[in-house]
């Protein structure tokens, strides 16, 4: 099983999609569209997950999400948990949660039977969204 990898960055001002990271011995720069150099440590890079949302969005880390599941909706972010991506569900129906529920080997399948059947939606990112996930 191959995963694409390729990531995104915020620069506190908008989203880019990153088209290849230079690495040199003082700094690591990323190259945006072919034109637009950031220095990484103006910037916050999420890599991709490898995952599609319902609606056939891709999937990042810091993307903040919705899903239908024993009959409420929660709310979370994507994260790097414990070497696999997990969602941090922060929202469930009306009560605050703190706990993370674990994606296996790529595939939608945490340890509360959450699948891409459910209705999971990227709904915003941390960055550009952070109000979705307060309570």
């Known amino acids: 099983m191959t995963r694409e990898i390729k990531f995104r960055a915020w620069d506190g001002f908008g989203m880019y999609d990153v088209g290849s990271l230079i690495f040199s011995v003082e700094k690591v720069e990323l190259v ?3 034109e637009y150099i950031l220095d990484m440590n103006d910037i916050k890079l999420m890599q991709f997950t490898g995952l599609k949302d319902s609606k056939g969005v891709e999937i990042y880390e810091g993307d903040i999400c919705k ?15 414990r070497g696999g991506w997990a969602i941090h569900v922060v929202k469930y129906g009306d ?7 674990h994606f296996q080997s790529f595939i939608p399948m945490p340890v509360s039977h959450i699948t891409m059947q459910d209705q999971f939606e990227v709904i915003g990112d941390i960055y550009e969204n952070p109000e979705l996930l307060s309570v």
Do not use: P
Request: without cysteine; glycine residues 8%.
């Open 95 to 101: 009560k605050v949660l703190d706990v993370v529920l």
């Open 32 to 34: 945006s569209h072919n």
């Open 67 to 81: 899903y239908w599941m024993d009959g409420r909706w929660k709310v979370g972010s994507i994260t790097w948990e």
